[in-house]
């Protein structure tokens, strides 16, 4: 399964929105039910932070600003008001099938 | 619960690549978790190297699966990931992290750079 990213590079208003879309070459609904489909943010210098895990479940200490949503391959990642600490690379991930994969990345900046 | 990873820092190409996990604050024993070996680097972004069980099933991303092997010590709580025939490509961020069947990777360790050179 590929999963491809749009765009690469976004440049972003403080207090603007931010969207990043996420594309599998298939359906990430799993034999559970649940959809694998992962997001992590990656600042300068630090690992993979994990921010949202199965489409849209945010993890504990993520912003409410930042939600996920989607279904079946099409996903996307929002930021509803983009703050300095938003700055960074973001993946997305499936963890569906067999290799496991990473989208190529969405730079985040600041305008 | 965390996880380190430590290794060598350079090997020379055509050297087998040898890296340690520990975790800490759990086990590795575990039901439910697996644990996984990521590599990132400017070329080719995030890559899934393996990823192996506590009983010691593995699996293996096919690009790299002819030459890797990841096994583990529970008395030690440690993971091992073996890269032989290192070249150029291979130089890379290493990172361990913990997983379950369909979860994503969480937690991460801090990853330890891997330069191939002569």
């Known amino acids: 399964i590929v999963v491809t990213q749009t765009p690469l590079s976004l440049s972003v208003t403080p207090g603007q929105p931010a969207s990043i879309s996420c594309k599998s070459s298939q359906s990430l609904l799993n034999g559970y039910g649940n959809t694998s489909l992962h997001w992590y943010l990656q600042r300068p210098g630090h690992p993979p932070q994990l921010l949202i895990s199965?489409?849209?479940n945010r993890i504990p200490g993520v912003p409410d600003r930042v939600s996920g949503s989607g279904s079946g391959t099409d996903f996307t990642l929002k930021i509803s008001r983009m703050e300095a600490e938003d700055v960074g690379v973001y993946y997305c991930?499936?963890?569906?099938?067999?290799?496991?994969?990473f989208g190529q990345g969405t730079k985040v900046e600041i305008k | 619960l965390q996880v380190q990873e430590s290794g060598p820092g350079m090997v020379k190409p055509s050297e087998t690549l040898s890296l340690t996990c520990t975790v800490s604050g759990g086990s590795v024993v575990s039901d439910r978790y697996y644990w996984g070996w990521i590599r990132q680097s400017p070329g080719k972004g995030l890559e899934w190297i393996g990823s192996i069980y506590y009983s010691g099933s593995t699996y293996y991303n096919p690009s790299l699966e002819r030459r890797v092997a990841i096994s583990v010590d529970t008395s030690k709580n440690q993971l091992f990931l073996r890269l032989n025939s290192m070249t150029a490509a291979d130089t890379a961020v290493y990172y361990c992290?913990?997983?379950?069947?369909?979860?994503?990777?969480?937690?991460w360790g801090q990853g330890t750079q891997v330069i191939v050179s002569s």
């Open positions: 991930m499936q963890s569906k099938q067999l290799p496991w994969a």
């Open positions: 992290a913990r997983h379950g069947l369909f979860d994503p990777f969480d937690p």
């Open positions: 199965e489409v849209s």
